[in-house]
């Protein structure tokens, strides 16, 4: 086991001294404690590790001798990395080929020196290490402050039932590191809502990273995922880390993950069962520490039936899932999130313009939003651009909006002078009530149908007709229908 000095300042810089040699453990120990450090030592590779794993903060500095009975420095070397980027490592060996230095070095290591060396060397050389493990260090905190400063992902994703479920799941997996299936139609936010489960981790001081997987063709989005070695494929130039080493210790999102193709489906699978990358063209693997999430708006169980998704890999994926229900099923989060987007595009256009004409409201609500949380976004930052007023009335939304104002009570009681279709007047009227009514219920449907006086079985026929789905919890199915539900059986909630 490692063993930690008892005397020694308590803001002293740490240091771990890893060899299987006593006697040099002994000098570096006496020279590093000579110049104010406190100093850990390891007698092998498997203490160093523990140490490494358990020590409360990360080491800014570790020695490592290269080749232990128990283990190599490099083995070291990577739980250094792999706790914190800040770490610097510096390699002692006896053993100094080209290979091994250059070996080390590939890992990341700070520097390497060769047995024997003096004391003064080796802390001269330690001083510089630990400068720029301290400036990596002041940045990642400084990159953490800057985003906590200006987090969207910290406002409330939406007031309505629904949204509201999904913040409170958010808030219960954040802190694992579980795997998390984000689903829902384009637009609906599920890269906000990954976003939102990074910053409410203990990872949101260390990188979020979001790759398309169906952007690139297959030998460079392997390379993208888990990185290359110098000129290992044509065209590969410098080494290159890839996203998952890119990400240690945060979060990677895989995006359009439907889209991965199948040669990377099986490898993305061994790296989330093993927890290790290995980068194209290189001999070993490298252990990562990344928490994945996916994201999808294609129907996943669909591809797996049709065999275009790995059974194995949607299981390791769907620990967790959750889903994103489109803008149109969630009222309420309309006029809100207009009224959001409206003073953030007021603000960054420097315009006057302080809200949405009643007109305007009405007419977004009737709107059906195919692109979502996206589309509205975009209405409004053109509607704040166009604003000739304080606010934002019909005649500065698109046409396909401001067509809708008119609301469907008045419809109900009043013919309008040039006529309409019954049937559409009437099924939008029908669309918005059943709407309100799942959403006072938080979609329990049974509870939704005595509120608008009609039957289970007429309500269930009418949600299939209006292609609505009910996503609410403890929705008692008296007729066993089937229930979609924000996640699946087995979920977190
Ligand atoms: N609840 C929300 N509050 C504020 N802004 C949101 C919310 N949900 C989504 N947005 C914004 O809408 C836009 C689209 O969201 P996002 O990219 O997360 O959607 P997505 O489901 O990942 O889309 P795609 O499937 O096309 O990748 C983004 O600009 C995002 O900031």
């Not at 895989?254 to 990377?264: C, F, N, T």
């Not at 007419?363 to 509205?376: I, K, Q």
Request: glycine share 8%; hydrophobic share 45%; net charge neutral.
């Amino acid at each position: 086991m490692a063993s930690i000095p008892p005397s020694i300042p308590q803001n002293a810089t740490r240091v771990l001294v890893v060899d299987d040699e006593p006697g040099l453990r002994q000098v570096l120990h006496i020279a590093f404690h000579r110049q104010g450090y406190e100093v850990v030592v390891a007698p092998g590779a498997r203490a160093a590790i523990e140490a490494i794993r358990q020590n409360p903060q990360p080491f800014p500095l570790v020695l490592t001798d290269l080749v232990m009975p128990d283990g190599s420095g490099i083995e070291v070397l990577t739980a250094a990395k792999a706790r914190s980027n800040a770490t610097e490592v510096i390699v002692m060996t006896a053993h100094s080929t080209v290979e091994s230095a250059l070996d080390a070095m590939r890992h990341g290591a700070y520097d390497f020196v060769t047995k024997p060396f003096s004391p003064a060397e080796l802390t001269a050389l330690a001083a510089k290490a630990l400068e720029k493990s301290s400036i990596v260090a002041e940045n990642q905190r400084l990159r953490a402050q800057l985003e906590r400063l200006d987090l969207p992902s910290r406002e409330p994703l939406g007031t309505s039932a629904a949204m509201q479920r999904i913040a409170e799941l958010i808030a219960k997996i954040a802190p694992t590191r579980t795997t998390v299936l984000l689903t829902g139609e384009s637009g609906t936010g599920k890269e906000r809502v990954a976003r939102a489960i990074h910053d409410q981790s203990d990872r949101a001081a260390r990188p979020f990273l979001v790759v398309n997987c169906g952007a690139l063709p297959e030998a460079l989005m392997e390379s993208e995922l888990f990185g290359h070695e110098k000129g290992s494929f044509t065209g590969a130039g410098a080494r290159s880390m890839g996203l998952f080493r890119e990400a240690d210790g945060g979060t990677l999102l895989l995006d359009e993950i439907g889209e991965l193709p199948a040669a990377l489906q099986v490898k993305l699978l061994r790296v989330l069962q093993e927890r290790k990358v290995r980068p194209v063209g290189a001999a070993a693997e490298i252990a990562v520490d990344v928490r994945v999430l996916a994201a999808t708006n294609r129907d996943v169980e669909a591809e797996v039936r049709q065999g275009r998704f790995r059974q194995d890999l949607y299981y390791r994926l769907n620990v967790i899932r959750i889903e994103l229900p489109p803008l149109r099923e969630r009222p309420g989060d309309i006029s809100r999130l207009a009224e959001r987007f409206l003073r953030r595009f007021a603000a960054e256009l420097g315009k006057d313009v302080r809200g949405l004409t009643t007109d305007a409201v009405r007419a977004l609500d009737a709107y059906s939003f195919p692109g979502n949380v996206r589309e509205l976004e975009n209405m409004m930052e053109r509607a704040v651009a166009l604003a000739g007023g304080p606010t934002i009335g019909l005649g500065d939304l698109p046409s396909a909006v401001a067509g809708l104002s008119a609301s469907p009570a008045p419809l109900l009681a009043q013919l309008p002078p040039e006529g309409c279709a019954l049937d559409e007047v009437i099924g939008e009227v029908e669309r918005r009530l059943i709407l309100q009514a799942l959403e006072r219920t938080g979609g329990v449907r049974k509870a939704a149908a005595k509120l608008l006086g009609v039957s289970f079985r007429s309500l269930r026929y009418r949600l299939a007709k209006h292609a609505l789905a009910a996503d609410g919890e403890g929705d008692d199915d008296p007729e066993g229908g089937s229930r979609r539900e924000s996640s699946p059986p087995g979920a977190l909630e």
